[in-house]
């Protein structure tokens, strides 16, 4: 099954991963991507670019609305996401509890579904 886990980020995170200890934190990423990569689990991901370049869009009324930033009053946003194909929930889990943003901030692991809404 594939599943999507979707890695949220803060100000103070992002300065983590920036700073001092951010070297190390990386590390951790590249081995977790490697392990990934070599057992075929890895679909794909992306980091997303700071919050300041969003454009948040809502039809109101039919009108669009947009906004700048990810949605309105929120403390964390959504930093990046991998999507891995993984015989069970556990072990998407277990990928998850390994990446090093779960120390700071949620993820979030959610079964996708094909285009004809079947879980995949």
């Not at 949220?8 to 990569?37: H, I, K, P």
């Not at 689990?41 to 009108?63: F, H, M, Q, Y």
Request: aromatic share 6%.
């Amino acid at each position: 099954m594939k599943y999507m886990l979707l890695i949220y980020d803060n100000a103070d995170t992002r300065e983590t991963f920036l700073g001092e200890q951010g070297g190390s934190l990386m590390a951790e990423v590249d081995a977790v991507m490697t392990e990934l990569t070599g057992s075929g689990e890895l679909v794909g991901g992306e980091a997303l670019v700071d919050p300041s370049n969003t454009k948040t869009i809502r039809v109101v009324d039919g009108v669009p609305a947009i906004t700048d930033g990810p949605f309105a009053e929120a403390k964390e946003h959504l930093g990046g996401y991998l999507n891995v194909y993984c015989e069970s929930p556990e072990r998407a889990s277990e990928i998850a509890v390994r990446w090093p943003s779960a120390r700071f901030s949620p993820l979030e692991v959610r079964p996708l579904m094909d285009a004809a809404g079947a879980e995949m």
